[in-house]
């Protein structure tokens, strides 16, 4: 399984950015997906997760402000708005089968002030 990250880039503190995140050489049906985070200095954190059957679940810092979706099978997108500076962060996506996980290699975001 290799997994995909693509949508980083430079925006303005206020702005918005959509992430995504594709899984390919996988078939399974059962399967989670996870955006994590990394900032200069700091531990990995998680930032959002979505099953294949819905449940979500948000890192408290991206309550309300980060959406996760799965419209696509193997596919994962991360919808942020209201940016902070602090938002800035490597980010990676995760994907989990059968007890065994896949990272990609991430994507960096930057947000200025």
């Known amino acids: 399984v290799q997994v995909v990250e693509s949508g980083g880039g430079l925006v303005q503190a206020g702005e918005s950015l959509e992430l995504s995140c594709e899984a390919s050489?996988?078939?399974?049906?059962?399967?989670?997906m996870a955006w994590y985070r990394q900032a200069p200095g700091k531990l990995r954190e998680l930032v959002a997760s979505i099953t294949s059957t819905g449940t979500v679940l948000y890192g408290d810092f991206a309550k309300g402000r980060f959406s996760i979706s799965n419209p696509y099978i193997h596919f994962a997108y991360l919808r942020m708005n209201s940016l902070k500076p602090d938002d800035t962060a490597v980010y990676y996506c995760k994907y989990r089968s059968v007890d065994v996980e896949y990272w990609g290699r991430g994507t960096l975001v930057t947000v200025s002030s």
């Open positions: 050489g996988s078939s399974a049906s059962s399967y989670a």
